[in-house]
Nanobody, 115 residues
Framework: QVHLVESGGGLVQAGGSLRLSCAASGSIFSINVLAWYRQVPDKERELVADITRGGTTKYADSVKGRFTISRGNAKNTVFLQMDSLKPEDTAVYYC?????????WGQGTQVTVSS
């Protein structure tokens, strides 16, 4: 079993920054993808950014140039640096990890951006 723990969410003013962290523990042998998703009420969860085992990154158009995903020195950690935050970035952010073909989710962390 894999367990993901997220931290770093909170309340910030528009234009500010936050850094989300996610650490994975458990039966992790080969991580294919680490990612961050977000969800607002009554909407589907959407991909914010992901990073592959090889280090290739992908971003949603809405966050390109403002958010940066990275892996820690411990390869089971992933970060999301969020700069120039906007009120529309307000959501619950979820960490996602794929081991082989199986995906695992964190419990989510709230990010609120005030105008």
């Amino acid at each position: 079993q894999v367990h993901l723990v997220e931290s770093g969410g909170g309340l910030v003013q528009a234009g500010g920054s936050l850094r989300l962290s996610c650490a994975a523990s458990g039966s992790i042998f080969s991580i294919n993808v680490l990612a961050w998703y977000r969800q607002v009420p009554d909407k589907e969860r959407e991909l914010v950014a992901d990073i592959t085992r090889g280090g290739t990154t992908k971003y949603a158009d809405s966050v390109k140039g403002r958010f940066t995903i990275s892996r820690g020195n411990a390869k089971n950690t992933v970060f999301l640096q969020m700069d120039s935050l906007k009120p529309e970035d307000t959501a619950v952010y979820y960490c996602y990890l794929q081991v082989g073909s199986v995906g695992f989710w964190g419990q989510g962390t709230q990010v609120t951006v005030s105008s």
